[in-house]
């Protein structure tokens, strides 16, 4: 591992611990959550999953979790993802800059 890619990840792990010790972690997921919802993107996924399910023999978990996870990554609405995004980088300006 590179010296960038090592400093990278441990950036990585501070943001995530403060996120998680200041409540701001669940309070972004919640938002994330409620966010995809509203959109219509939680029940198309179901939907996705549900279809997948009845048209395989025999049944598999990690089947349908692969042929949706491609999928449910490129779907999240793009404004959905601005949203989060932003959040995040406040988060990291706030916590950064003091």
């Known amino acids: 591992m590179s010296k960038s890619t090592l ?7 501070e943001v995530h611990r403060r996120m998680i010790e200041s409540g701001e972690w669940d309070r972004i997921l919640h938002q994330l959550s409620s966010k995809l919802s509203e959109s219509g993107w939680t029940d ?19 089947t349908i979790l692969q042929e949706l996870l491609s999928h449910a990554q490129t779907s999240v609405p793009l404004s959905v993802k601005r949203e989060i995004t932003t959040l995040i980088k406040q988060f990291v300006k706030e916590q950064f800059e003091k």
């Open 7 to 13: 400093e990278t990840e441990m950036l990585f792990v």
């Open 44 to 62: 198309d996924l179901l939907h996705r999953a549900k279809e997948n399910s009845r048209s395989m023999d025999p049944l598999s978990f990690q």
